[in-house]
């Protein structure tokens, strides 16, 4: 073998390795930021722990030339992040008094009623569909978190502990539930399969349903330099332009 075809080899290979978009499939080659080397951010140590090794995982941000989606490689499964969580949503009054809000926007709009079916993807402790349930309008959350979904159901607030995409869709659709409603708050960042979890709602939501979400900006992150939301838990960043892309209804 020449030096030449070793040289081209070796690249072959470099790129068979190279991470690929979670959407399109396309080779990612290009570096939007990186940030070197972080542990996970709601994984933390007891005092049994401190002198024991802690790992450390890269948080090199890259964006896809095809799609455009930035994202960070997954290192770490869903399941090992969130499996047990440490971030409760009804922590913070302020967000408490939107989700509120947004209930009472949302059942005047959609004249949501006691026959209709609210479902909210990684309902956390139940923060928005107590306000549901306030108005007898029935509710299902999907919550991964074992710890975070036991203090929903404790609180009366139906809860599936598992994560979300087409399989837990098509259950729930077997089962007779499909949703009027679909709420992914804060959600499209910490999914690593974003093709499985849009088939999911399209699965389960009514042929007239609504799905709403609240995502972060990627230009929003850009223009006031927000690199501490840039960790191991959001697998990607989005843009309008992405979210079209990926949110289109199929044929």
């Keep these: 073998m020449t030096q030449q075809s070793e040289i081209v080899q070796g690249i072959d290979q470099l790129a068979e390795k190279a991470p690929c978009c979670q959407f399109c499939g396309t080779s990612l080659k290009h570096t939007l930021v990186d940030l070197g080397m972080s542990?996970?951010?709601?994984?933390f140590l007891n005092s049994d722990q401190l002198n024991q090794m802690e790992a450390f995982?890269?948080?090199?941000?890259?964006?896809c030339d095809h799609c455009f989606l930035?994202?960070?490689?997954?290192?770490?499964?869903?399941e090992h992040i969130f499996t047990e969580y440490a971030y409760f949503s009804s922590y913070a009054d302020t967000w408490l008094k939107h989700c509120k809000a947004y209930t009472d926007c949302m059942v005047e709009r959609f004249d949501l009623n006691a026959q209709s079916l609210v479902v909210e993807l990684a309902s956390n402790d139940g923060y928005l569909l107590q306000y549901f349930i306030e108005k007898s309008i029935p509710v299902l959350g999907v919550e991964p978190a074992t710890n975070i979904a036991k203090v929903a159901i404790a609180k009366g607030i139906p809860t599936l502990n598992e994560f979300f995409g087409q399989t837990c869709a098509q259950k729930l659709l077997q089962q007779g539930q499909q949703a009027d409603l679909?709420?992914?708050?804060?959600?499209?960042?910490?999914?690593?399969?974003l093709n499985d979890f849009v088939a999911g709602i399209k699965i389960l939501l009514k042929p007239q349903g609504v799905a709403t979400g609240e995502i972060q900006h990627l230009m929003q992150l850009m223009a006031a330099n927000q690199f501490?939301?840039?960790?191991?838990e959001h697998f990607c960043y989005h843009?309008?332009?992405?979210?079209?892309?990926?949110?289109?209804?199929?044929?």
């Design 70 to 78: 930035v994202q960070l490689e997954a290192y770490v499964s869903p």
């Design 239 to 251: 843009t309008f332009t992405t979210l079209e892309k990926f949110l289109q209804p199929t044929a």
């Design 182 to 193: 679909i709420a992914a708050n804060n959600v499209l960042a910490h999914v690593p399969d």
């Design 57 to 63: 995982y890269p948080l090199h941000v890259r964006v």
């Design 228 to 232: 501490d939301t840039i960790y191991h």
């Design 39 to 43: 542990p996970l951010c709601e994984s």
